[in-house]
C-alpha cells in the first residue's frame, strides 16, 4: 500500500520548477530552458542508453484484491539516468488514500512490494503522446527481463527541436521480491541490473500532439499529429531494426511518406488507425472537422469531404475493432457519434454523453457492445452500446467520479474483459475491474483511514502516483498486465501485484 512518512532529504532527488497554471488537460507542455523538466544538458545526451530503475527496496506483499494505492515519489533526474533511493526505515508508515490532506512535513512513498516492476525514464523533452510497438517476442508474455519497443513524439520549446523518439527498453527486471523467495525464482537472479534503453531519433517540425503505429506486423508505419495543422506518416521500420541489428543506420531525417494537409491551420489531438482495414486512417481536429486517409498500393490520399456532424473539437477516435467501416468520435460538444464511413453527410447514432467536453473514448477489444468515456469533469461511465439504437436518451450503465481532474487517457485491457485503466489531470493512474462487487464487511475497513472515511469503490483495484501531468496510458498488448505511462515528468513502466 502507498505510505506518507515525514519528509527527508534524499540523496538525487528533486524536481524542476515550472510553471503549469493554465495547462488544458490536452494540450501539450510549452516548456522553456530555463524551466523545462527534460531538456537535457549537451553531457546528458551522451548517456542516453542506461536507465535505472528506482525502486529497489524489499517490503512485503498485499493480497490480491485490495485496493492498491502506491504513488512513486522518487523524482526524476533531468538526463536519461535516474538516482537510486536508498532504503528507507518503515518505521512512522502510515497507509494514505487519495483524498487524505497531507500534513506539514509528510510526504508520499511508494510501496515497492504493490508492484511486479516498476521502471521510470526521463526523456529530452516532454511526450505528450506515446504509441506501442508491435515486436516477435510473443504474446501474452510473463517472465522476467522484459523487452518493449515504444515510439513517442515530443513538445519541444521550439517547433525545430521536436523529434519522434523510437525507443527499446530491454532488461525491465522484475523489482519485487519477499525475503523468503529470494532464492526461489531462477528467472530473477539479477534484479539490481539496469534496465538498457536503446533509442533513433528524427527530427519533426511541430510539437506533437497525438501518434499512432498502424496496428499490422508487416512494417512500422506511424502518423503523427502536429501542433501545425499536419498529420504527418512516417515508414519507420528500418529504425525500429535498427536497435535489433548492429551495422544497420536508418536515415537521420527520413522526409514523411505523406502529409494530410486538409485540415489547414486547425490542429487536433484525435488520431487511429484501423486494425480492421489495412492503411485507413482518421484524424479529428479543433474545428470539429474528421478526414479519413487511406492507403492505395502505391501512396496515401485523403478524402477531400470531411465527416460533418460535430460543432466543437474532435478530441478523440476509435474504429471499431470488430466491424469494417464502423467508427466512434468524441467531441467537446459533449457527444459521442457512431459513423458509417461511407456516409460522410451525418453520423449513424449521437449521444449526449457527459455534462463536459469529452476528452477520451475506449472501444472493447473482443467485446463491441462495451464502451468507455472520460469527460473534462473527471466523471468516466461504462456504456452497453446496444441500448443506443433504442433509446433516444441512453444512460451508461456505469458512472464513476473518482478523479478530481480531468480525465486525460482512458483504455480496456487486452487480457482481461472487465479490466480498465483510467488517468486524470489530477496525477492520478487508476486501474479498475467491473467484475468485483463490494464485500459488505469489508467496506468499512476500505472506507476508513486517518484522513476521515472515504468512499473507495469496490471495483477501484490500484492507485499509480508520482507522476505530474499524466497525459496518455497504454496496455502492452503482448506483454500480461504491463502498462505504460507518459507525463510531463517523463514515463512509467509498471506491472502491479493484481493485474
Known amino acids: 500500500m502507498a505510505q506518507k512518512r515525514r519528509a527527508s532529504d534524499l540523496a538525487g532527488d528533486h524536481l524542476v520548477a515550472m510553471d503549469t497554471s493554465g495547462l488544458s488537460p490536452r494540450k501539450g507542455f510549452k516548456t522553456t530552458e530555463t524551466d523545462s523538466p527534460g531538456a537535457l544538458p549537451p553531457a546528458a545526451l551522451d548517456d542516453m542508453g542506461d536507465f535505472e530503475d528506482q525502486y529497489e527496496d524489499d517490503m512485503e506483499q498485499d493480497d490480491e484484491g485490495d485496493v492498491v494505492v502506491a504513488p512513486d515519489s522518487d523524482e526524476e533526474d533531468d538526463g536519461m539516468e535516474v538516482e537510486e533511493q536508498e532504503e528507507e526505515p518503515t518505521d512512522d508508515f502510515q497507509v494514505y488514500l487519495p483524498g487524505q490532506p497531507l500534513q506539514e512535513g509528510e510526504e508520499l512513498v511508494a510501496d515497492n512490494s504493490t508492484y511486479e516492476m516498476l521502471h521510470s525514464m526521463g526523456v529530452e523533452w516532454p511526450c505528450l503522446s506515446f504509441d506501442i510497438l508491435r515486436d516477435n517476442l510473443g504474446t501474452a508474455r510473463k517472465t522476467f527481463p522484459m523487452t518493449t519497443y515504444v515510439v513517442a513524439g515530443s513538445q519541444a520549446e521550439q517547433q525545430k527541436d521536436n523529434k519522434i523518439y523510437v525507443m527499446k527498453m530491454s532488461q525491465l527486471h522484475r523489482t519485487k521480491h519477499d525475503d523468503g523467495d529470494e532464492d526461489e525464482d531462477d528467472d530473477d537472479e539479477d534484479l539490481d541490473e539496469d534496465p ?24 512500422h508505419i506511424v502518423a503523427t499529429w502536429a501542433d501545425t495543422g499536419k498529420v504527418h506518416v512516417y515508414d519507420l521500420t528500418e529504425h525500429v531494426r535498427s536497435l535489433d541489428t548492429p551495422g544497420l543506420v536508418p536515415a537521420r531525417a527520413p522526409a514523411p511518406l505523406y502529409t494530410v ?18 492503411g485507413h486512417l482518421l484524424s479529428g481536429d479543433t474545428a470539429g472537422r474528421i ?17 460533418v456532424g460535430h460543432t466543437a473539437s474532435v478530441e478523440d477516435l476509435q474504429w471499431c475493432p470488430s466491424r469494417d467501416n464502423v467508427f466512434a468520435s468524441a467531441s467537446c460538444d459533449q457527444t459521442i457519434r457512431i459513423w458509417d464511413a461511407r456516409v460522410k453527410g451525418q453520423s449513424q447514432l449521437s449521444v449526449h454523453a457527459h455534462d463536459s467536453d469529452v476528452n477520451v473514448i475506449s472501444w472493447h477489444k473482443t467485446k463491441e457492445h462495451l464502451f468507455a468515456s472520460g469527460s473534462d469533469s473527471g466523471v468516466f461511465s461504462i456504456w452497453d452500446l446496444r441500448t443506443w439504437p433504442s433509446s433516444s436518451s441512453p444512460q451508461p450503465a456505469a458512472t464513476y467520479k473518482w478523479h478530481q481532474g480531468p480525465i486525460t487517457s482512458i483504455e480496456w485491457a487486452p487480457h482481461e474483459s472487465s479490466a480498465i485503466a483510467v488517468a486524470g489531470a489530477d496525477d492520478q493512474l487508476t486501474l479498475w ?12 475497513t476500505l472506507r476508513s483511514g486517518p484522513g476521515g472515511p472515504i468512499e473507495v469503490p469496490p471495483q ?21 498486465g504491463v502498462l505504460i505511462s507518459t507525463a510531463l515528468t517523463g514515463f512509467n513502466i509498471f506491472k502491479t501485484i493484481n493485474s
Do not use: C
Not at 479519413?292 to 469531404?305: G, N, V, Y
Not at 475491474?433 to 468499512?444: C, H, K, Q, T, V
Open 291 to 307: 478526414f479519413l486517409t487511406t492507403r492505395t498500393p502505391t501512396a496515401f490520399q485523403t478524402d477531400s469531404a470531411s465527416f
Open 433 to 444: 475491474d467491473f467484475g468485483m462487487e463490494r464485500d459488505e464487511e469489508e467496506a468499512p
Open 196 to 219: 538498457i534503453l536503446e533509442t533513433r531519433q528524427i527530427p519533426h517540425f511541430g510539437g506533437v500532439n497525438r501518434i499512432r503505429v498502424m496496428p499490422h506486423s508487416e512494417s
Open 460 to 480: 477501484l483495484m490500484f492507485v499509480h502516483q508520482g507522476q505530474t501531468h499524466i497525459k496518455e496510458l497504454h496496455y502492452h498488448p503482448q506483454a500480461d
Open 261 to 278: 494537409s486538409n485540415h489547414g491551420r486547425d490542429e487536433g489531438y484525435a488520431l487511429d488507425w484501423s486494425a480492421r482495414q489495412t
